[in-house]
């Protein structure tokens, strides 16, 4: 993707997007809602046109000419209430350039992978949403597409058909096959990706390998729990080089200046009083987030959009629980 | 293009809306089933007969001249040689209702000769009371019967009639005044049948009596009566045919243009439920990674003219199969036949662009109502017009409007199917002016569903649509 523009009427969803995915590579898209994840995908798949730049897809100029070499999970779930499971697979696997021999032994055989073997002649409004999710997910990988991409695979899905799912995708990329998937839920990018992409206001805004992230965002900040509890706050703030202090979770968020030690840092705080625990923080994709959107600026734009971010992940963990 | 995947969305569209329960029977299996069904009907019908009345009927007869005459007419014998004779007609008309094939005729034959073993008329015993009986009597007699048993009992005891026939009924007493009549006292809820039965026989034996009365040969009259008359024949180009009447005039026309009418009417509606439910249940996101837009509403557009197709095939024939009973097969031309199918494949493009487009742009059918407005307004105009292009096939009016798509379709084949047809260049002409309005129509529908299949939210009005296309 080079320079890649999209807009709908005055709003622009997604400007100047970059971006180079290799063969074989498991990436997440992650972004909060209407950053643009969708719509980048959208255009992936030739579903959308970008007004500008341009794309190529498994090396042809649009995925127009490669459809049936990619396999696409979109956000909306969408599936024929009134078709029973296996001619809706068998529908879909023809569409997508399957010969019908042999197509109905592979639907039982995926059916059977996602615990689904029994619902082959029902028909699909008699499935549960998780149920149907998964059918939509075998509809996107039955052909053997080289790319896979998944657009929030994981919403709405228990944990277990969760773990499943994750198993499934992991397995595909074992077999070298390119994974794309996209999700507001950043802990589940970190459990599944090695690579993120981070799109934010329709800018890309973080494209580097998880590893990388981590090294690169490592961060100032220690979680210190004193013996006395976070009222301790204020003793805390007064040791030398810390610049805030935040309560989180029950202990004390501490973010030193620039240019301190962490090590000399930690032996200053246990040194001024009693404590449980001193540690290094270990960045999260939130917090990377939090610091490229604000600007490595701590304060209250950055509280706002951490309690936004939390607001979103228990959202989505009550969905998953 | 792909016309790999074009055809499997095509395939998928007709399966899911001709293989249904629901098409088959409503749409095929339920006038195909009436038309067949007919035979049984009639000998439903005939079999679910009332039981007979039986009973006495008195007749005051005041002239003393009619009563044997009718003690004849509604003797038994009589009675049940004229039901049998009426039964013989229906037999005759059951078997020809539809073709058939020997045997089957043969056998309708038989099962309405064992209906009519086991007919039941009315059983009446004709009682002829003298001209000095007081009627009051018997009508006293009657309402006692009534108040104890309330309708006929079901013995010849039971009084169902009495007849009182005025004294000049079948002889003038003086010239100038006219014929006396008769009155019938029934008991209630008689049978239509039995009461006809009684008021033929009496009126029958009046007349009859006239007849002898006045010296007068009732053969004779019958005779002169009866004027036998051939088929009439128009003298065409061609040579002598047969004229054609009023209304066939007139059915051929009408029935052409709402065959056409539903036809692609049904294509179109089904199209637009489809599109709307692919919308509504986001599945159009799914179909579009593996097709395109165009793949997409090429095959759905194809895949419902099959629908269409398969309606008109059906129609058509049956209408077909009922001008050759008819032996009327020569009212309508194999050429009308074919512009029919040629002008379906034109009108239900157009309908199935202006559906396309709907279905895409909404979010569910309830929106569709607004936008559908027009369209149904667009399907009433041909009826609108029936009646000045039935009159003047050839009028500026007729000619004029059979040019403007989109209703050009059914405004031509009315022409063509009536009885002063257009000139041949006309029918090229129109069918080239539909062609390419197929083309932009088409066109303009892509580009709406393009950009409205994945557009949801706020449902579209015209303004919006026009500026989508613009867009596109």
Request: charged share 25%; hydrophobic share 45%.
């Amino acid at each position: 993707m080079q320079g890649v523009r999209k807009t709908f009427g005055p709003k622009v969803a997604v400007e100047g997007i970059d971006l180079s995915i290799p063969e074989g590579a498991i990436y997440g898209f992650i972004g909060p809602n209407g950053a643009g994840k969708t719509t980048t995908i959208r255009m992936i798949m030739s579903i959308l046109f970008p007004d500008r730049g341009e794309l190529s897809v498994l090396g042809k100029k649009s995925a127009v000419e490669s459809k049936d070499r990619i396999g696409y999970l979109p956000e909306e779930r969408g599936i024929y209430k009134k078709m029973k499971v296996g001619s809706f697979l068998m529908h879909m696997g023809r569409l997508k350039g399957l010969d019908r021999s042999g197509l109905k032994p592979r639907v039982m055989e995926w059916l059977d992978r996602v615990d689904l073997a029994e619902v082959y002649k029902k028909k699909c409004e008699e499935l549960s949403k998780g149920m149907q999710q998964k059918v939509q997910f075998v509809a996107s990988v039955l052909h053997d597409p080289d790319l896979i991409i998944l657009d929030e695979p994981f919403s709405g899905l228990d944990p277990v058909n969760m773990r499943l799912l994750r198993s499934l995708i992991d397995e595909e990329h074992g077999r070298g096959k390119t994974v794309i998937f996209s999700t507001h839920v950043m802990h589940q990018a970190e459990q599944n990706c090695d690579h993120i992409v981070m799109i934010h206001q329709g800018k890309k805004v973080l494209d580097d390998t998880l590893d990388d992230i981590r090294k690169r965002f490592d961060p100032r900040a220690l979680h210190v729990d004193p013996i006395g509890g976070i009222d301790q706050a204020d003793a805390v703030r007064r040791v030398e080089g810390v610049a805030h202090v935040t309560p989180i979770e029950g202990v004390l968020e501490v973010v030193m200046r620039e240019g301190i030690d962490p090590q000399l840092a930690m032996r200053s705080l246990l040194e001024s009083m009693p404590m449980n625990r001193v540690e290094i923080k270990r960045p999260t994709l939130e917090d990377v987030f939090i610091e490229i959107v604000t600007g490595g600026k701590r304060g209250e734009d950055a509280e706002q959009l951490r309690a936004e971010l939390l607001a979103d992940n228990q959202d989505a963990e009550e969905v998953e629980a | 293009m792909k016309l790999s995947k074009v055809s499997r969305v095509a395939g998928r569209e007709f399966a899911s809306t001709a293989m249904t329960k629901g098409f088959i029977i409503g749409a095929l299996v339920m006038p195909a089933a009436i038309g067949a069904l007919m035979p049984l009907i009639i000998l439903l019908t005939m079999k679910a007969q009332p039981p007979a009345d039986t009973g006495t009927v008195y007749i005051l007869d005041r002239s003393a001249d009619v009563s044997p005459t009718i003690e004849n007419r509604l003797s038994p014998e009589n009675v049940e040689a004229r039901w049998k004779e009426r039964f013989g007609n229906v037999k005759e008309i059951a078997q020809n209702a539809i073709p058939l094939g020997e045997d089957q005729k043969k056998q309708i034959g038989d099962r309405i000769d064992k209906a009519s073993d086991s007919i039941r008329y009315p059983e009446l015993r004709v009682i002829p009371a003298g001209p000095d009986t007081d009627i009051e009597e018997l009508k006293a007699e009657m309402q006692e019967q009534v108040a104890a048993y309330g309708k006929a009992t079901g013995d010849l005891e039971s009084i169902l009639a009495i007849v009182d026939i005025d004294a000049d009924a079948s002889q003038k007493v003086n010239e100038e005044e006219g014929y006396g009549g008769f009155q019938v006292f029934l008991r209630p809820k008689l049978n239509e049948e039995t009461i006809g039965e009684i008021k033929d026989s009496v009126r029958w034996s009046i007349r009859e009596r006239r007849y002898v009365n006045a010296g007068i040969n009732r053969d004779q009259v019958g005779e002169i009566h009866e004027i036998s008359e051939r088929a009439s024949q128009e003298i065409t180009e061609e040579g002598e045919k047969k004229a054609s009447s009023a209304i066939t005039t007139f059915i051929i026309p009408m029935a052409s243009m709402i065959l056409l009418l539903i036809a692609s009417m049904t294509g179109g509606q089904y199209l637009l439920t489809t599109t709307v439910e692919e919308k509504s249940n986001r599945v159009v996101e799914v179909i579009l990674s593996a097709c395109s837009p165009m793949e997409l509403m090429t095959g759905k557009i194809l895949g419902q003219m099959f629908v269409g197709l398969s309606l008109l095939v059906v129609y058509s024939w049956l209408g077909i199969f009922a001008l050759i009973f008819m032996e009327r097969f020569d009212l309508i031309e194999w050429s009308t036949i074919v512009l029919i199918f040629v002008f379906f494949i034109l009108a239900y493009f157009m309908f199935a662009s202006l559906m396309a487009a709907i279905g895409s742009a909404v979010n569910e059918m309830r929106e569709a109502q607004s936008l559908m407005t027009p369209v149904i307004l667009l399907m009433m105009v041909p009826y609108f017009f029936f009646m000045p292009v039935i009159r003047a096939p050839n009028s500026m009016l007729s000619t004029v409007t059979s040019f403007i798509p989109p209703i050009s379709p059914f405004i031509m084949i009315m022409r063509v199917a009536s009885n002063d047809p257009p000139p041949v260049w006309q029918t090229g002409l129109v069918i080239l002016v539909n062609a390419i309005a197929v083309v932009i129509f088409l066109w303009l529908a892509a580009k709406v569903f393009r950009v409205g299949l994945l557009m949801f939210g706020k449902p579209p009005n015209v303004r919006t649509l026009i500026k989508w296309i613009r867009m596109a």
